[in-house]
């Protein structure tokens, strides 16, 4: 009866280790979360959120305009931001009176918090291979206008924010 026991608690063990072990692997190569600090990308990820965020999301594609994603604030490496891709590689970025331009083109931002102040910035041009972040709180986000480094590389971008959840304090 003993031997079965300790088979028993053995086996529990090691399924416990294989749970742990793929848990890691997953989080290591697959998903990580990030929880949201600040407000700079109200109202589509508040404050306190947590943000799934898939890190195989470019192995066969490129990212996209209008993707949100993390990367290590390029003025600071040691600090990951989660921000919109607005430019991609080529692309002519301008706000004119608080208005998106890309490529002399006004564009649409449904997403947006609140409208932006009457500000002008750029015209830039984002390089080949890095884009050009923006919050969608766009009056308080400190994003691409106003970093030293102003463009992430492609390479840098750690994931694609695929599904966001509310940080229940409880549950911690």
Not at 33 to 47: K, L
Not at 64 to 72: A, L, N, S, W, Y
Not at 122 to 135: A, L, N, Q, R, S
Request: avoid cysteine; glycine fraction near 6%; charged fraction near 30%.
């Amino acid at each position: 009866m003993g031997k079965r026991i300790l088979k028993e608690v053995l086996s529990w063990v090691a399924m416990f280790a294989v749970a742990i072990m793929l848990a890691l692997i997953i989080n290591r190569f697959v998903f990580f979360q990030v929880e949201v600090p600040t407000g700079s990308m109200e109202n589509t990820i508040m404050i306190g959120d947590r943000v799934f965020t898939l890190r195989l999301a470019y192995i066969f594609s490129s990212p996209k305009r209008g993707d949100i994603v993390v990367f290590p604030y390029p003025d600071d490496e040691t600090v990951d931001y989660i921000k919109r891709i607005i430019g991609i590689g080529n692309d002519k970025i301008e706000i004119k009176d608080g208005v998106l331009y890309i490529n002399d083109e006004q564009i649409t931002e449904d997403y947006l918090y609140e409208p932006m102040r009457k500000e002008d910035f750029g015209p830039v041009i984002v390089p080949e291979g890095h884009y050009f972040m923006m919050g969608d709180n766009r009056n308080i986000s400190g994003d691409a206008r106003v970093w030293e480094n102003r463009f992430v590389k492609r390479e840098k971008i750690k994931g694609k924010a695929i599904f966001k959840y509310p940080n229940f304090k409880w549950l911690n």
